[in-house]
């Protein structure tokens, strides 16, 4: 990406400068940060945390028949204890689901249905999303930044990877940095200085129809949390039901009342 830079001051259609107009050594410009380096600066100081917490805002796209794109958004809390143990509450306009894995054991509960189910696991958190995700088949939102291979995961398929800049997100210095695969974009805003978490994630399906995108806003990080052994315990709640575990359906299409106007999504 070029920039063209113009010094001076224009003042009805005259540029102004300081001194004789003279033909300047253009200076080198320096190399820009290698967002690879900057991306494992990330992976490598979440992974040295024993525990950490976090919240996020998160907004999710949705495609249906048509090519009508739809926005919902879900808000989670993360906690998160090594070597064996995380919890993340996810709640929003399509969700509602809590997450515990402990130990070897991990549930699923559904406070609105008031169903969970529970499973073995192996006993650490890289071997448990894994397991979750190839066995059990759904993903847990944000979870992956507790693995301690978490740049691995993000360097999987990468074909390409820009610096594009360091601006702000919500008041918080931070690096933009955009990774291309085949299937997805992803881009991560990661916070400068000494604790460099993510302050934002954006994911672009590009080859999908209509390029849906999912969006995280995260913040409220603590790197030393009193996480008590409750947190990650689950106990079901006066009239929940136990079910098992089964593959998750293809979500409807939400029901849209047309507005007065007669206009449609």
Known sequence: MNLKRISGLAVGGLLLLSGPVTAAEPSPQAAPPDPN???????????????FSFSAEVTDDRVYAGGKKLQFSFATET??????KLRVNAAGDLIDKQFFLNGKTMTLFDPSAKVYATAEV???IEGALAH????????????DLASPKLCEHLGKGQRHALFVGTGKVRGVAADHLAFDRDDVQVQVWVAT???????????????????????AYLQDWKTAP?????TF?????????????????????????????????
């Open 79 to 84: 906690f998160v204890q090594r070597p064996d």
């Open 132 to 143: 979750v995700d190839q066995n059990l088949h759904f993903r847990v939102a944000l979870a």
């Open 193 to 215: 200085g000494a604790k460099p978490v993510p302050v934002k994630i954006l994911i672009n399906q590009k080859n999908l129809p209509a390029s849906p995108q999912w969006t």
């Open 226 to 230: 009193p996480l008590k052994a409750s």
């Open 122 to 124: 192996p006993a650490d």
């Open 233 to 265: 315990t689950f106990k079901a709640p006066a009239g929940a039901q136990q079910i098992k575990f089964a593959p998750p359906a293809t979500p409807a299409a939400p029901v849209v009342q047309p507005a007065q106007t007669g206009a449609q999504p």
């Open 37 to 51: 380096r900057i991306i494992a600066r990330m992976c490598d100081y979440l992974k040295s945390l024993d525990r």
